[in-house]
């Protein structure tokens, strides 16, 4: 028997490892269904002292009607599903196809609150454009 095997019984209030600490699955902190390697309910807190949450998601636009040469359109808001403590920063990222990328569109998140932010799209591109196939977009929101 493994010298920690008895720990799978047992509920722990608290674990200290003086050396390295290898958990093989998922470890849960605040949560007891990790669904990750690292799952957190929470804030992470760095060795500088700062607390910071993390919030990711995707989605995708369709918009069939003509978007104007260097003109900006307004695609709903998205939400992040967790409140953060003040605006976070969000980037997002397009997942196009190529020919989206032909289309030449900027993606942009703008009103940025506590709760969510506006999902924009420009049209860098030279003329006017419009298709059925849908634009697919990353995001990622780092705040307190």
């Not at 608290?14 to 804030?43: C, E, F, Y």
Request: hydrophobic share 40%.
């Amino acid at each position: 028997m493994d010298s920690l095997d008895w720990v799978s019984a047992c509920s722990l209030k608290s674990l200290w490892a003086d050396g390295d600490l290898i958990v093989n699955g998922n470890l849960g902190v605040g949560t007891s269904t990790p669904q990750a390697k690292l799952d957190v309910n929470g804030a992470i807190r760095t060795g500088a002292g700062q607390n910071f949450k993390i919030r990711y998601g995707s989605g995708s636009v369709v918009f069939s009607s003509n978007l104007l040469a260097h003109t900006t359109a307004t695609y709903g808001t998205v939400s992040f599903g967790h409140r953060f403590s003040s605006a976070p920063t969000v980037i997002i990222t397009g997942t196009q196809n190529t020919a989206l990328v032909i289309l030449g569109l900027i993606a942009h998140a703008q009103d940025i609150t506590v709760d969510g932010f506006t999902l924009r799209l420009y049209n860098a591109h030279s003329a006017g454009t419009g298709t059925s196939t849908p634009y697919n977009y990353n995001w990622v929101a780092i705040g307190e």
